[in-house]
């Protein structure tokens, strides 16, 4: 696996393609395989016509229709303007293909698409667009994550204003891109197309940006076309788009589209809006009844649409009978919707479904204009004035809402029923939403809490702070100790199980059992303070006795193969008849494992042959405990599905209800008063698997309870509580608050749930990070206060070494800061000052018992050397009458440039040992080894660059060294390097990583200012990592985890 070391400095390049080009040729009928052709030739309305024959008609989004001499067209604006077009059969799995169009640029962008073939990762292929560029690219059907690919082939840098066609081929493994007939690029792609969803023309997705400028005389084909083909296709409209523009002429003009009005078919109404229908089902309007304003978006969608094949059919008529919504499909099937009117909502139900192999129905499909909150989670879309919101009534629907402007879409599928799907539909202004839902909720039965959805902000119990804890029976009144002292009322059991799945109590902490826990529990609730569990829901540990010794026949399965030949029990192959791939060999956390299940044998394998004969290698027999057998030829050898170094069960398995009780019988009985449903995200069978097992759980608590999770999903919503629980930061901990705080404001407006400022950690130092500082608590507690965010706290302890050996210094401060926060002492006007990013106050009491917190700058300076300049400095004091304080802290010394415990990690004097990898837009990039200046070594490297773009700090150019295979840097703890600096005040970025496989990646990067000339040398420690000033730069690269929380594993390098 390759990692890089990056040398970045802070400007900028371009991007260059290039491939070999060779031909094919072949007489073909020119519409044999043609999937879809749309002329644009309608010049009016919302429906795009394919004129293939095999009706894939498109929908219309904000394009405006023109005419000049080529015809009619499209113009897309740039934004939220596109045409879509459902799932096209015949594309996937297909080792042929062909797009093409005639496309004319106003302008270029960020990923405005011409055309965007399906979903993009897995599979999916694009007409891509990046500034003035585009190409065309294919991704790997059936891959994400670490095992996506994807390749491209060049198109055009194009030149606004004038027309350019455009065509790829694809036979399996050539890539043919041609521009204006003529072959332009080509690549090698040695996979089948990948396509699922829909073809979307004229962007990425909906929300994303658009094309600027014309569209028309679009084509997919199912197989390539030869040179000749795309040749004739240019020739044939070449003379009435390439004859250039007499002066004074306009190159088109937008057809006024005769004003009409749809006539309503359908009405369903309630005291706040009438929702009309046409007769073929698509939405007229949703009018207010007070104002008489439309909130339907235009284009118009059908509110229903039938699912087959992979194909979404829209309606060919709909009429209300016997007070039931009847939705025809035409030959492919239909539905009966149940609509029922409340005062401030709406449910819809699926009453029946019709038709063969009917795979889904879409029975909600509303498109509204208020969006300036919209969330996935609440499942609403709001603005100041009204609001709208869809909440499922079971498991049986999937609800989306995204897009701009935001479209609802509830989906039943016959897998999961589709008879008694429905949904909710709420319909008030803002203010009112959530007592709306509450009712609307409670009154069709679905599964809430008096904590979470819609009274999740009103819950007392929410602002409740916690602290982690490793409380036994033996140490629970030290907790309740240091509960009080922090000011945070819930004690939280972090590792409290024997092992997740039975989730029986650890012995070594409860010697009683259950019954032990329970007695922690009442003293902790007898001191005034409440009591939370940990869970990683879904999870399975492998010592658990669900696995061993004899593993469940329940458990998640991803991958089934067939046993070759018998296998003995001295083998350490398994032979397969099907072919392998796509598997990890490691176990790790974001390993999928690499296990296989064959009868009550559990096989570790360390390698596998993805060519005949196909076999697991490197087994270990009898894996975990479990019993080594003799299994016969044609035993099915199954791929335990695993993720956070855990197993999971079947999602459609009582196994899942199982891990339920064993959860809830603890929680009922020691009435845990939160409980947090860690790793749901990992349960197999996606949103269907994580909501089944997150609401197994909570519907067998026979209490109120706090829930929180690490999976904020739509279903879950109705009983989540409160969001925003990341993991703590290790580096720039200012920061890393920032953009926790910024981030809270969104849980609050638009999901409708309070945030949480946690997981937080009192720091120690080790040799991966310094440890935290007063300032750090109290920038954290006072932007709690200012955003009023309940917080909680890990790497705590009663014992007398704690991590961080101001522990309890620094958990009176948080007590003080949180009784505050608790009390609301502080005024909104102050705590509105509080909220804003890098500014620091301290908290303090006068004399007259009043607290006040003052403004606060903290300022670090590092000295490297005595002879270098940097042991004499002037800061500026903001506050003047404020004393000024000095804090001195050593740090870690470096061994010496040349010491022989040394590693090399980038010899220059070797070729091409480190080469340019890019840069950003407007930025020219080279590096080349020099000799001419070369400090050590027998030669050093130059890094060039000159940059055009409008903002510096949006320039980069990165030069790497990939290590293959990953390396371990052993006693190594920081980097040396000179670097002759030309004193232009270019920022270098030198940065390790390593595998994710392992853990999430990291970027450990260390920032060197060159405002110097000539050679200085440079020691930069890997524990001093310069995460504070990455968000002040747009880099290519990186998440918060991977910048602010991730240790470089320094043996994966």
Known sequence: MKRNIALLVYVAGTCWFGGAFGEQSSTIGPDKGLLGHWRFNE?????????????????????????????????????????????????????????????YWEGGGRYPNILTGGQWSPGGFLMFVVDSACSFRMGKPGATGREWKETVAPLVSFTP??????????????????????????????????????LHIGTWYPGQ???????????????????????????????????????GEKPYEKIVAPSTKAEAAVTFEN??????????????????????????????????????????????GCALQQGKLQVAFGKTGSATLAVASRKQFFIFKVVAVEGQDVEALTFLNLRVTPSERVSWMSGQAADDEFAFCVRTLNLQSEVKVDGSPPLFRATCFSKYGMEGAGVILATSPPAQLRSVLREALQAEGVLTSPLGGPAALDAPENRYSYLFSSVSEKNVDAWIELAKRSGTPIIHLGSWEKSLGHYEPNPSLFPHGLAGLKQVADKIHAAGLKISMHTLTGCIAPQDPFITPIPDKRLAKDKVFTLAQPLDEKATEVFTE?????????????????????????????????????????????????KVAAHAKGAQVSHLFAYYGCFYPDANSTLVDEIADCIARVANECHMDLIYEDGAEGMPGGWHGVSTMRAAIVKRINHPIRVEASEWGYHSWSFHSCIGAWDYPYWALKRFIDLHCKQSETYRQKHLLPGHLGWWVILGPNIDHDGEMPEDIEYLCSKAIGYNLSMSFQGVSPERKPWNARQDEYLTKIGQYERLRMAGYFSDAVREKLKTPKEAYRLSQSTDGEWQLTPTDYSAHKVTSLNNGSAAWTMKNRFG???????????????????????????????????????????????????????????SGCLEASSKAKDPHSAWAKASKSITPEISLGKCGALGLWVHGDGKGELLNVQLTDSPVYYHGAFDEHYIDVDFTGWRYFELPIRERDAGRYGDYVWPYGNIYSIYRTPLMRDHV
Not at 53 to 72: D, L, M
Not at 229 to 238: A, H, K, N, P
Request: charged share 20%; net charge negative.
């Open 161 to 198: 204003g004038q027309w350019y066609h455009l065509a790829a081929t694809f036979a399996r493994p050539h890539i043919r891109t041609y521009v204006n007939g003529k072959l332009v690029g080509s690549a090698t792609w040695d996979f089948p197309v990948g396509y699922s969803g829909d």
């Open 209 to 247: 940006p658009s094309h600027q400028g014309l569209i028309d005389e679009v084509k997919i084909y199912n197989r390539a076309l030869n040179a000749a083909e795309v040749q004739d296709s240019f020739d044939r409209e070449v003379d009435t788009r390439m004859t250039p523009v007499a002066a």
């Open 271 to 316: 005291q706040q809006v009438k929702l009309l229908l046409d007769v073929r089902a698509r939405v007229v309007g949703i009018f207010n009844r007070k104002t008489g304003k439309d909130y339907g978006a235009k284009p118009s969608p059908p509110i229903a649409l039938l699912r087959k094949g992979g194909r979404d059919y829209r309606p060919t």
């Open 578 to 626: 099907e072919p392998l791939s796509d598997m990890d060999t490691v176990w790790g956390y974001a390993s999928r494992g690499n296990y296989v299940q064959v009868g009550d044998e559990l096989i570790q394998f360390s390698g596998y042959t993805d060519k005949p004969p196909y076999r697991f290698t490197g087994c270990t027999r009898g894996a975990l405990g479990t």
């Open 881 to 939: 009458l404020q004393p000024a304080k000095l804090r001195i802290q050593a740090l870690y010394g470096v061994a010496p440039y040349d010491s022989p415990e040394g590693l090399t990690l980038a010899d220059l004097a070797k070729p091409n040992e480190v080469t340019s990898a890019g840069a950003a837009n407007d930025v020219t990039t080279s590096f080349t080894a020099s000799t001419s200046e070369a400090k050590v070594g027998g030669a």
């Open 43 to 103: 010049g009016a309305g919302e429906e795009a016509i394919d004129s293939s024959g095999n009706e894939n008609h498109g929908e219309v989004h904000g394009a405006a229709w023109v005419r000049g001499k080529f015809g009619t067209a499209l113009r897309f604006a740039g934004n939220d303007t596109y045409v879509v077009v459902s799932h096209i059969e015949g594309l996937d799995g297909s080792n042929e293909l062909t797009v093409e169009a005639w496309v």
